[in-house]
């Protein structure tokens, strides 16, 4: 429903207000408005009203401005909280050097791949800045991913005719596997750190 308003909204624009629209509305579903951001990127290639190229360029700006505003937010919040007392359930302060360590190693490959997964990119950026990624090694492996899937994208549905109306229902598909995933992953996570605690 939200998507065929917007979608509607963009269709009926021109020229600049039509590229800061689709600016807008990525730059949203990047941070956790009810939007697919990719099935967005696919729908609004297809408008005869924007161009390719201002499209990949502004549609690269807004996935970019979205992921990095989660990752601040991870940054300037998740990381406090995390040090919080009541936080010690979640994480054991001693256990977070040591992940902190393994975010600077790996921390640009995920970044990377996060790119590349349908919906939970958000959440998964912010838990990238609660556990302190560095900003130039997600700007350099993230910038790289959009520079790549954000082409892709517009070149799909441009040129080798990618409907989004049929890649729509797989994307909500593999959103919510992956949704489940996180959540397990992270069920897991907090259990095996309950345990460590209980056994020091």
């Known amino acids: 429903m939200f998507f065929d308003i917007f979608l509607g909204l963009l269709a009926s624009l021109q020229g600049a207000a039509a590229y800061g629209m689709a600016l807008w509305l990525l730059f949203s579903a990047g941070v956790g408005a009810p939007l697919s951001q990719d099935v967005l990127l696919l729908a609004s290639a297809?408008?005869?009203?924007?161009?390719?190229?201002?499209?990949?360029?502004?549609a690269w700006l807004a996935v970019m401005a979205g992921d990095t505003l989660s990752l601040w937010i991870g940054h300037h919040y998740g990381a406090r909280w995390i040090r919080?007392?009541?936080?010690?359930?979640?994480?054991?302060?001693?256990?977070?050097?040591?992940?902190?360590?393994?975010?600077?190693?790996?921390?640009?490959?995920?970044?990377?791949?996060?790119?590349?997964?349908?919906?939970?990119?958000?959440t998964l950026f912010f838990i990238y800045g609660t556990l302190r990624l560095p900003y130039r090694t997600f700007f350099l492996a993230n910038g790289i991913a959009a520079a790549i899937q954000v082409p892709l994208f517009v070149y799909g549905a441009r040129s080798?005719?990618?409907?989004?109306?049929?890649?729509?229902?797989?994307?909500?598909?593999?959103?919510?596997?992956?949704?489940?995933?996180?959540?397990?992953?992270?069920?897991?996570?907090?259990?095996?750190?309950?345990?460590?605690?209980?056994?020091?």
Do not use: C, N
């Not at 977070?96 to 995920?110: A, T």
């Not at 989004?164 to 996570?189: K, N, P, S, Y």
């Open 46 to 58: 297809k408008l005869a009203s924007m161009q390719p190229i201002p499209l990949v360029l502004v």
């Open 160 to 200: 080798l005719g990618w409907q989004w109306q049929a890649l729509q229902t797989r994307f909500d598909g593999a959103d919510t596997i992956l949704t489940v995933a996180v959540v397990a992953i992270l069920l897991a996570w907090w259990l095996r750190e309950r345990r460590r605690t209980r056994t020091a």
């Open 84 to 122: 919080k007392p009541w936080a010690r359930r979640i994480v054991a302060p001693e256990r977070l050097p040591g992940l902190e360590e393994k975010m600077r190693r790996y921390g640009g490959l995920l970044a990377f791949v996060t790119r590349f997964l349908p919906g939970q990119r958000g």
